[in-house]
């Protein structure tokens, strides 16, 4: 199961609004409606953003938010603040022998 | 306080073996699917393996690069999740989190520990 992809690095200004994109195929991201993405401040554990494509847990800021168009998944920052400097990642349920593969990662950086 | 306290990781050499635990607290682990994710040093996360609850049948399921060299098992009394690595490798070395899925949000690593740093090296 290869990783899904995701763009290496995506910058953007203060208050601006940037898209990470998350590709993967019509066995994983294409088929079922459970990606997920997760945010990670250097020397940090992963957390939660999104779930369910679109779903934000309770606490996680209406700045973020998903989307979904075959096999593609996106992650929306809007309002672009300095906190938001980060690692980001997807992750989907997969139809293989492995059934969750994560994205290789996005470094946000805020100029 | 819900938390995950990863611990176990240490140097070890290549071929070498080494079992990682993961305590939980404040929440019913009884009812968690429980994984393992690792990261190597720079790089992106790596799902390892998973173990079911036991009401959902206690079933693990592992990624192939690991397969036949980790088992993961739990102590559900103990509310400590385990894995054991056989054979080990430096392409092994990571930064291994124990994480729920499933627990507070559908289909997604809801809850994630600090992480338990393993070192393959001769």
């Known amino acids: 199961q290869s990783a899904l992809t995701q763009p290496a690095s995506v910058s953007g200004s203060p208050g601006q609004s940037i898209t990470i994109s998350c590709t993967g195929t019509?066995?994983?991201?294409?088929?079922?409606?459970?990606v997920s993405w997760y945010q990670q401040h250097p020397g940090k554990a992963p957390k939660l953003l999104i779930y369910?494509?679109?779903s934000r847990p309770s606490g996680v800021s209406n700045r973020f938010s998903g989307s979904k168009s075959g096999n593609t998944a996106s992650l929306t920052i809007s309002g672009l603040q300095a906190e938001d400097e980060a690692d980001y990642y997807c992750?989907?349920?997969?139809?293989?022998?492995?059934?969750?593969?994560f994205g290789t990662g996005t470094k946000v950086t805020v100029l | 306080e819900v938390q995950l306290v990863e611990s176990g990781g240490r140097l070890v050499e290549p071929g070498g073996s080494l079992r990682l635990s993961c305590a939980a607290s404040?929440?019913?682990?009884?009812?968690?699917?429980m994984n393992w994710v690792r990261q190597a040093p720079g790089k992106g996360l790596e799902w390892v393996g998973r173990?079911?609850?036991?009401?959902?049948?206690?079933?693990?399921d592992y990624a192939a690069p690991m397969k036949g060299r980790i088992t993961i098992s739990r102590d559900d009394p103990r509310n400590t999740l385990f894995l054991q690595m056989n054979s080990l490798e430096t392409e092994d070395t990571a930064l291994y989190y124990c994480?729920?899925?499933?627990?507070?949000?559908?289909?997604?690593?809801?809850?994630w520990g600090q992480g338990t740093m393993v070192t393959v090296s001769s």
């Open positions: 404040g929440f019913t682990f009884t009812k968690a699917w």
């Open positions: 173990i079911k609850s036991n009401t959902d049948g206690g079933t693990t």
């Open positions: 019509s066995g994983d991201v294409g088929r079922f409606n459970y």
């Open positions: 369910d494509v679109t």
């Open positions: 994480a729920t899925r499933g627990y507070s949000y559908a289909n997604a690593f809801d809850i």
């Open positions: 992750n989907s349920y997969t139809s293989s022998n492995s059934p969750y593969v």
